[in-house]
C-alpha cells in the first residue's frame, strides 16, 4: 500500500505539474501569435519608433509577471517590459522567442512568463501530499490490522476448537 500510495502521489504531482507548465507554454505560444499580428498589422510604414511604441502598447495588455523584451536585427534591446522584472532577474521562468519583418526590417522578441504562480501551486500540493500520506498511510496500518484480525478471527475459533477437541480424544 505504501509504495501505490507513493506512485499515486508522484502520479499527481508530476501530472499536475505537467499540466500547469503545458497551460503556460500555451499561454506564451498564443501571445507570441498575437505579438507578431498585432504590432506588423499595426505599423503601416517602418521606422523604429513605431514598432517600439506598438511593442509597448501590446505588452500594457500583458498581465503581471509576464513581459516581452525586443531587440533589432543587431541584437539590440530596444524595449523592456515590465523594466522593473526583466527575465533573468526573475527567479524561474518561461520564455517563447520569434523573429518577425516588418517593412523589410527584421526584428526579434522575446515573451515570458513567471513561474511564480506554478510553483506556488505546486508547493501548496506539496504540504498537502506529505500532510495526508503519513496519515493514509496510518489509516491503512490500522485498518489493515483490523481487518486482518477479524478475518483470522473465524479460523483460530476452529483451530482452538480443533485443539480441544484433540485434547479431549487423547485423555478420553
Known sequence: FSVGLIAFAAIVWFGLRSLLYADVDGWLAGQSEG???FVIGEVLEHTEE???????EFSTGLP???GVRL????GKLLLSRPESAKPHETESVRTVGGVFTVHGHEYRFVLWR???????????LDAVLFVLAPIFLLLSIVGGWWLGR???RPVDEITE???RISFQNMSG
Open 150 to 152: 477479524n478475518a483470522l
Open 71 to 74: 531587440f533589432d536585427a543587431n
Open 50 to 56: 513605431l514598432v517600439v511604441h506598438e511593442t509597448l
Open 114 to 124: 513567471s513561474l511564480e504562480e506554478t510553483e506556488k501551486a505546486l508547493n501548496r
Open 161 to 163: 476448537a480443533a485443539r
Open 35 to 37: 505579438f507578431e499580428r
Open 64 to 66: 503581471v509577471g509576464s
